[in-house]
């Protein structure tokens, strides 16, 4: 038995297609047999699995235990919740790994497999291992196979997210965007003080409100009219499998990753001083400057969910976080587990700004102001990607720039800062630039375009995440 992926659906950080195009549930049965008998061969014996609540998950997911228990993995089943519940459950329960089936902030019709092997992540070379393994049929084959269970985890994961709460009572809304951190949230508000005012926690896969991916400015238009109709002190919006976060202070105004990031660092500075905070190389300046102000050790890093908790464990960061609003906490400040979880970083953030002593609307007023743009991803072919990216570094260098390679190219000039970077799950190249003035901003945009027109190129229309 042998089985062929299609090879769109292997990205970086996880397997992600289209059901029914790019992903089904064959696909499933052999993430399963091929993820299941490394495991065994690394002398692990369990699985957590969990799901989003898009409508084909729970097909997914009886193809992947099926697959998984073929080869040998006992399944503790903890049903739909969002994705840091489920990497809750394979840092808590007597599990070796975990598998969530979701399809993140994409579009409905997708759906996908995020991956934690014997508590570190599973990405890159480990998912094109998963693509051989199938393509070989190098799976073994269980002479009994293993026993399926199902664990109610949801309450001890909330129990969690409030334990030892000491954040003060806010007035809050809240936009869950019908993905699968509803019903924990509904959980989550009832043991805060204040008062919380929620939006679309139903869980529906087919997203009729808006779409669930909070780093869109126009997916918060409900949560500002929520914020503003009851004049509350902020709003906060998750995706669709609650591990990115989003927040608008009492202004309605976009309190963005390396914003909230920010905001986080004080209190965790402050009880421990040169402290390491990891951001990705998207985010301002002015979030590396003020982590160092605070005294802590800024970290520059690449994007990507993985890598950032690659390099948490390396560096022993307690805290990290990407523009995209994936926020994580480990160690023993938050006495956490060093993974990007939303409900976390919504509780955490609401501790930090009743920390400062200050609302939200006002640590977003003593922000510097800088002028920059949203990411800008342009589509380009896929064998010319990381190939444009070294003609543009090796131009830099030959004019002598100020260039940080950790990711990309990122140019620092007196304007500001831009960024060119090829996308790691996408035929993508994302841009974005940062300035003090509208006028500098316009230069960096100009330094940009200069650099891809001699790569042969120019910023075409927007590609879709």
Known sequence: MTHRFDPTSLREYDIRGIVGKTLGPDDARAIGRGFATLLRRAGGTRVAVGRDGRVSSPELEAALVEGLTA???????????????LYYAEATLEVDGGIQITGSHNPGDYNGFKMVFQHRPFFGEDIQTIGRMAAEGDWDEAETPGEVSDYDILDAYVGRLVAGYAGGAYRIGWDTGNGAAGPAIEKLVAQLPGEHFTLFTEVDGSFPNHHPDPTEEKNLEDL?????????DFGLALDGDGDRLGA?????????????????????????????????????QALYDRVAELGGKPVMWKTGHSLIKTKMKETHAPLAGEMSGHIFFADTFYGYYGYDDALFAAVQLIRAVHNTGKSL??????????I??????????????????DEV????EAEGADVNRTDGARVNTPDGWWLLRASNTQDVLVARAEAKSQEGLDRLMAQIDAQLAASGLERGPQAAH
């Open 224 to 232: 500002k009219r929520l914020v503003a109709e009851k004049q509350l």
């Open 361 to 370: 609307t006002q640590l977003k007023d003593e922000m510097p102001k800088m």
């Open 71 to 85: 080869s040998g993995c006992d399944v503790v089943r903890i049903g739909m919740g969002p994705t840091p519940m």
């Open 372 to 389: 920059n743009t949203p990411e800008m991803r342009f589509q380009v072919d896929e064998s010319r990607k990381f190939a444009v990216i």
């Open 248 to 284: 608008i202070d009492g202004q309605g105004r976009v309190v963005w990753g390396d914003q909230i990031l920010s905001i986080l660092a004080e209190p965790l500075l402050k009880a421990e001083p040169g402290a390491t905070v990891i951001a990705d190389v998207k985010a301002s």
């Open 393 to 396: 570094l090796d131009r830099l």
